[in-house]
């Protein structure tokens, strides 16, 4: 059975840390392209990161670049997010997908959008004093 369950959310301070977990079973994280993506309470599904399966690249959205690293973890299927220095607008359910790449070259972006396969209920993340 195909499962896929985002994890770690919660509520931090201002500038605090948090490490999301993109955990599957049934199927192996390492054939995907993975993307994390968060929808805020009233606004459009954004995507965060993702990471390629070819070669390993990552891309990162402007508004967590250098504050957010994925990577993932064979041994355990699963994907990470590390966010860190987060503020108030980072506050959204954060859900994990698999994508599928537009680019030739094996990078995860651009990737459409048309193309989601978004498999768990989400993690939610606060981010508030």
């Known amino acids: 059975q195909v499962q896929v369950v985002e994890s770690g959310g919660g509520l931090v301070q201002p500038g605090g840390s948090l490490r999301l977990s993109c955990a599957a079973s049934g199927f192996t994280l390492d054939y995907y392209y993975i993307g994390w993506f968060r929808q805020a309470p009233g606004k459009e599904r954004e995507g965060v990161s993702c990471i390629s399966s070819s070669d390993g690249s990552t891309y990162y959205a402007d508004s967590v670049k250098g504050r957010f690293t994925i990577s993932r973890d064979t041994a355990k299927n699963t994907v990470y997010l590390q966010m860190n220095s987060l503020k108030p607008e980072d506050t959204a359910v954060y859900y994990c997908?698999?994508?599928?790449?537009?680019?030739?070259?094996?990078?995860?972006?651009?990737?459409?959008?048309?193309?989601?396969?978004?498999w768990g209920k989400g993690t939610l993340v606060t981010v508030s004093s």
């Open positions: 997908a698999t994508l599928e790449p537009l680019a030739a070259d094996g990078s995860c972006y651009p990737f459409n959008s048309q193309r989601l396969d978004f």
